[in-house]
C-alpha cells in the first residue's frame, strides 16, 4: 500500500484563523479524500479530491469552508478556514491504493486540530 | 446517500471468546464494504474488506460475511486477544464514486 504522510499531525489554532493541512502520497494514485473525525466519534467524508479539477463537496461542506486543492497525482490540501471551536477534530486524509482502481483506501495519520 | 448502521457501540469480551459486530446498508448499489480497526490516537487501519461477488472472506482469527439480500455484513473476531482492543468501524462504499460511508464504530475491549 502507499505511504501517506500528513502535515501538520497537530496544530492549535486561534478562533478565525485559517490552516492548511497537507497530504503528500510516495505513488501516484486515483482518488484521494478528505475526511472529518469529531472527538470520539465516527469518520465523515468532506470531499473528493479531483486532480486538474474543483473539489466534489458532500453534503453539509462547503467549498468557502474548506477549499481543497490537488496539484497532481501524489498530492493535496485542504484548507480550514475562519474556524470556531466546533472545527476542532482530527481531519485525514485516504487514498484509494493504487492507479488502477480497487476501491481499497488508506489513510494518513491525521492532523489533529484544537480551536480555541 | 448511503446510511451504515453498527452494533453494538461497545463489546466487552473475555480473552480467547469471540467477538462479532454487525452493519446494515441501505443502498443496494454497494458493493464494497471494508472493516478500519482505529487503535487510540492511531490512523484507522484496513483490516479485512469483502465485495458483494462473495458472501465470506477469512483472514486469520478475522472473517466478514455478507447477505447481499438482507443488506447486511458482519465482523467475527475469534480467540480474541487483548490487542484486538480497539475501536472497529464498518464502511460501505459503491464503484462508481468510492464514497466510504461509515458506522458509527464499535469499542471492543478483551479481558484478560
Known amino acids: 500500500s502507499a505511504v501517506i504522510s500528513q502535515k501538520p499531525s497537530r496544530d492549535i489554532c486561534q478562533r478565525g484563523t485559517s490552516l492548511t493541512i497537507q497530504c503528500q502520497v510516495d505513488?501516484?494514485?486515483?482518488?484521494m479524500f478528505w475526511y472529518r473525525q469529531q472527538p470520539g466519534q465516527s469518520l465523515t467524508l468532506i470531499a473528493t479530491?479531483?486532480?486538474?479539477?474543483?473539489?466534489?463537496?458532500e453534503s453539509g461542506f462547503v467549498i468557502d469552508k474548506f477549499p481543497i486543492s490537488r496539484p497532481n497525482l501524489t498530492f493535496s490540501t485542504l484548507t480550514v478556514s475562519n474556524m470556531s471551536p466546533e472545527d476542532s477534530s482530527i481531519y485525514l486524509c485516504?487514498?484509494?491504493?493504487?492507479?488502477?482502481?480497487?476501491?481499497?483506501?488508506?489513510f494518513g495519520p491525521g492532523t489533529r486540530l484544537t480551536v480555541l | 446517500g448511503e446510511n451504515v448502521e453498527q452494533h453494538p457501540s461497545t463489546l466487552s469480551v473475555q480473552e480467547g471468546d469471540s467477538a462479532v459486530i454487525k452493519c446494515t446498508y441501505s443502498?443496494?448499489?454497494?458493493?464494497?464494504f471494508p472493516w478500519y480497526k482505529q487503535e487510540l490516537g492511531k490512523r484507522p487501519q484496513l483490516i479485512i474488506d469483502?465485495?458483494?461477488?462473495?458472501g465470506e472472506k477469512k483472514d486469520q482469527r478475522i472473517a466478514v460475511t455478507l447477505n447481499k439480500t438482507a443488506k447486511h455484513f458482519s465482523l467475527h473476531i475469534t480467540e480474541t486477544q487483548p490487542e484486538d482492543s480497539a475501536v472497529y468501524f464498518c464502511?460501505?462504499?459503491?464503484?462508481?464514486?468510492?464514497?466510504?460511508?461509515f458506522g458509527a464504530g464499535t469499542t471492543v475491549t478483551v479481558r484478560a
Open positions: 485516504s487514498v484509494e491504493g493504487t492507479v488502477s482502481l480497487t476501491d481499497t483506501q488508506y
Open positions: 505513488s501516484q494514485v486515483t482518488m
Open positions: 479530491a479531483n486532480q486538474g479539477s474543483e473539489a466534489t463537496y
Open positions: 443502498d443496494s448499489a454497494s458493493n464494497y
Open positions: 469483502i465485495r458483494s461477488n462473495v
Open positions: 464502511a460501505a462504499s459503491r464503484s462508481n464514486d468510492y464514497k466510504l460511508s
